[in-house]
């Protein structure tokens, strides 16, 4: 029992912070836009968009994306498991960087990379205060560990 509790209090243990949700809102809104995007914009920024980068099996790595980057949004909105949700979207952060951002530092220079990725950087630094934060106040995480 003790077990449960200690691993309850690791995974869904948050501060009493109440600004935290402004961060949630921000990447949880993010990332579930995003992830629709990636359904209703085929070429753009679904199977398209994996396709140019070199994906093999790009419907299947667009829409696999799609929907982690949408149930994890809604937990991280809902502050439900945030630390566990957090994990696939720093991974998604983390390929995206490699596949579509470290390769503009050849192909267009170090300017354009640091443009490109402001906005990525910007998120991922907010999801790793996620992960080491939890949700804080307002969130589901906070009513189960009470």
Not at 60 to 84: D, H, N, P, Q, S
Not at 111 to 120: G, M, P, Q, V
Not at 121 to 129: C, D, K, R, S, Y
Request: proline share 3%; net charge positive.
């Amino acid at each position: 029992m003790k077990t449960v509790s200690s691993f309850k209090r690791k995974i869904l243990g948050t501060g009493n912070d109440s600004k935290t949700i402004i961060i949630r809102i921000i990447v949880g809104l993010i990332f579930i836009s995003e992830g629709f995007l990636k359904y209703k914009q085929i070429q753009w920024l679904g199977p398209g968009r994996f396709t140019e980068l070199g994906f093999t099996n790009p419907f299947f790595w667009a829409y696999f994306t799609g929907a982690i980057e949408i149930v994890c949004g809604m937990l991280v909105l809902l502050g439900l498991f945030t630390r566990v949700a957090s994990v696939p979207l720093l991974i998604i952060m983390l390929i995206a960087l490699v596949t579509t951002k470290l390769p503009l530092i050849d192909t267009r220079g170090i300017w354009i990379f640091l443009h490109e990725y402001t906005t990525d950087f910007a998120l991922t630094l907010l999801l790793i205060l996620l992960f080491i934060r939890g949700s804080d106040r307002w969130s589901v995480d906070r009513m189960i560990t009470r």
